[in-house]
Structure formats: C-alpha cells, structure tokens
C-alpha cells in the first residue's frame, strides 16, 4: 500500500496534472466497464470451480475451467468492441481533452482496452488461485506489480523527448499482460 501511495504520488509529478488526468479519465472508461463485470463473473467462476473441486472429479474440473475461460473471452471481446465503439465515441465527442492531447488520448484508450480484457479474461485463473486458497499466490504476484509499477514511473523519469503519457499507458498494458502470464504460469504449475 505504501508502495502504492507513493508511486501515485510520483507518477502525477512526472506526468502533470493535464496528462495524469487524461490517463485516470480516459483509462477509466475502459476500466469501470470491465471493473462492473468483473466482480460478478469472479464470484460466479470461483463457485463453479468449487463445486467441481468438492466432487473430485478432475476431469470435469479441466471442463469448467475451459468453459469459465471461453466465456470471460467472450465477455473480453464484448467489453472490448464496447469500449472501443463507445469509448472512442465519447473520448472524440463528449471529452474535453486539449486537442494537442487527442493523439496520445486515444493511445491511453487502446492501451486501457487491451487492460481491461486481459483482465476479464484473468478471472478464471484468479477463480482458481481463491478456490485452492492460495492466497499467498496474490500476495506475492501484488508485490512485483507494485514494484514494477513504481519501476515503470522512474523510466519514466529516464525518457527524453517521449510523450510520457504514451509510454505510461503502454508499460502499463504491457504489465497487466506480464502479470496474466505468471497468474496463467502459476495454475498451470500447481493446479
């Protein structure tokens, strides 16, 4: 959490005001949409994994996942054609975003897209994590997030010329999916 805090803290210094706000706005469009589904279809994959786990029948545990994962992809793609018929509707029409931040806006809301259905489609993984109570899978995968989150903000610092908002936006995506990668790497190793 402190780690957190102070990266937020870091992170408005090195962007702006301007350039922060158009990435917590921009980014958030995306976000709640998949933050809304989310936790209904968490709750809803971690019973089905349960119930299949109390039955001890491996097999049909190996086709509930399969079918958690088709839909939450599904639900990513939706979510994900949403976003970027809505989304885009809304950041070029009804957004006040300075017209020389336009560019990198629009980059901030494919990148919050891509996000947001790689973790739709995390769910079913993070339903198994919390079935075979492995909590300390989360604690550990939170920690290197929150370290390389705050790695991410002092490249930052590193960059010359770049449109930081951009590169945020990007590094960001690209951990989300590095984080989807371990989560995956774990419930295949262990489960």
């Given at each position: ?61 190996s086709d509930t ?58 769910v079913p993984y ?66």
């Open positions: 959490i402190v780690v957190s805090l102070y990266t937020s803290r870091i992170i408005l210094q090195t962007l702006g005001v301007n350039d922060y706000g158009i990435y917590q706005t921009v980014g958030g469009v995306a976000g709640l949409l998949s933050y809304i589904i989310n936790g209904s279809l968490a709750s809803g994959s971690s019973r089905f994994i349960t119930f299949e786990m109390g039955r001890r029948d491996k097999g049909k545990l996942f399969s079918s958690l994962l088709t839909v939450h992809l599904l639900f990513g793609v939706v979510v994900a054609l949403l976003a970027e018929t809505i989304g885009l509707w809304f950041l070029y029409n009804k957004m006040n975003i300075p017209a020389d931040r336009m560019g990198a806006a629009f980059w901030v809301l494919q990148c919050s897209v891509l996000t947001s259905t790689i973790s739709l489609i995390s993070n339903s198994l994590i919390i079935a075979n109570e492995r909590m300390d899978a989360f604690a550990y995968i939170s920690v290197f997030e929150s370290i390389a989150k705050l790695g991410i903000v002092y490249s930052l610092l590193l960059l010359g010329n770049a449109d930081r908002l951009i590169v945020y936006a990007i590094l960001m995506c690209v951990l989300q999916i590095t984080v989807r990668i371990i989560y995956g790497w774990f419930c295949r190793k262990n489960f």
